[in-house]
């Protein structure tokens, strides 16, 4: 089974940036495809942004669309996400899981520590 470690989260200003990692362990990073997910307090997880197994498609929530680039490295086993313009509503703990395909719904791993990332004045 894949298992995610998260990292590179932090406390910003508002229209900082933040380049959050993910490390994946276990066979088959590859041939998936990766989200970065988050959860905001009180609120349930949400997909933020999705990229391909071969990192060519890339699909964003509309609430980051323009301001978060997720990219990957399968030789490395990471995918990252660069924020930029970062806002008070962006504060989340952030989560990375895989799925079989970027139109698929399930994650198939189990889910990580996450990275808090907190961004206030």
């Known amino acids: 089974q894949v298992q995610f470690v998260e990292s590179g989260g932090g406390s910003v200003q508002p229209g900082g940036s933040l380049r959050l990692s993910c490390a994946a362990s276990?066979?088959?990073?590859?041939?998936?495809?990766m989200g970065w997910y988050r959860q905001g307090p009180g609120k349930e997880r949400e997909r933020v942004a999705d990229?391909?197994?071969?990192?060519?498609?890339?699909v964003y929530a509309d609430s980051v669309k323009g301001r978060f680039t997720i990219s990957r490295d399968n030789a490395k086993n990471t995918v990252y996400l660069q924020m930029n313009s970062l806002k008070p509503e962006d504060t989340a703990v952030y989560y990375c899981n895989a799925r079989l395909s970027i139109a698929a719904t399930q994650p198939l791993g189990s889910w990580g520590q996450g990275t808090q990332v907190t961004v206030s004045s």
């Open positions: 276990g066979s088959g990073f590859s041939i998936y495809a």
């Open positions: 990229i391909s197994s071969g990192g060519r498609i890339t």
